[in-house]
């Protein structure tokens, strides 16, 4: 991964093209999560449902905080396991217009992964979802997401991928839940909860 990968990759999603990115967890089809005919894109390209909500990476929590309340349980998670793993489903503030969640609420996370940092810092938050097709497994190496996805122009290589998808946790109406346990367990979530209040 170089700069100039970077920078390919931040032109693509400014113009509405999809993108492969390697997070912390897996691969992952990225575009800018303000540039709808990107987002319309990324889910044609997986064959996902329109109906199914897809998460934003932020660069920091304080990006994150633009579009959505995080509120004391949210903050208390972002601070103890972001940049991480940990996909926080809160209330999203009526500013901003993401193509991204729902009218209600919008998935946020910081990933453990410089190349997602670097991009949502450059481009805004990025709309992302695992490269492979909807309801399939996802390659944990880029040159097995580029052969599944030829007609994406920019894949950024940054080695084998562990392949677990991140935990998901909606912090709405204040009240943390568990939607999906993953490298973060629900018992970890709860202590972090309790910790805080």
Not at 65 to 85: F, N
């Amino acid at each position: 991964m170089t700069p100039t990968d970077l920078d390919d990759a931040a032109q693509a999603m400014r113009a509405g093209d999809v993108v492969v990115i390697p997070t912390d967890t897996v691969y992952g089809l990225a575009a800018a999560a303000d540039n709808s005919a990107g987002v319309e894109a990324m889910f044609r390209l997986k064959n996902r449902p329109v109906d199914v909500n897809v998460a934003v990476l932020v660069a920091d929590a304080d990006q994150a905080r633009q579009y959505v309340d995080l509120g004391p349980a949210g903050e208390a998670l972002a601070d103890r396991y972001w940049p991480g793993p940990l996909t926080i489903v809160a209330v999203r503030h009526a500013v901003g217009s993401l193509a991204a969640g729902d009218d209600e609420t919008l998935g946020v996370r910081c990933p453990d992964e410089a190349v997602a940092r670097a991009l949502a810092e450059r481009v805004g938050p990025v709309a992302a979802t695992s490269a492979n097709l909807h309801g399939q497994d996802t390659p944990g190496r880029a040159d097995a997401v580029a052969d599944l996805f030829p007609d994406v122009s920019v894949v950024i290589d940054d080695g084998a991928r562990p392949g677990a998808a991140s935990t998901v946790v909606s912090v709405v109406d204040g009240v943390a839940v568990v939607l999906r346990e993953g490298p973060i367990s629900a018992a970890d979530i709860d202590a972090v909860i309790e910790a805080d209040s």
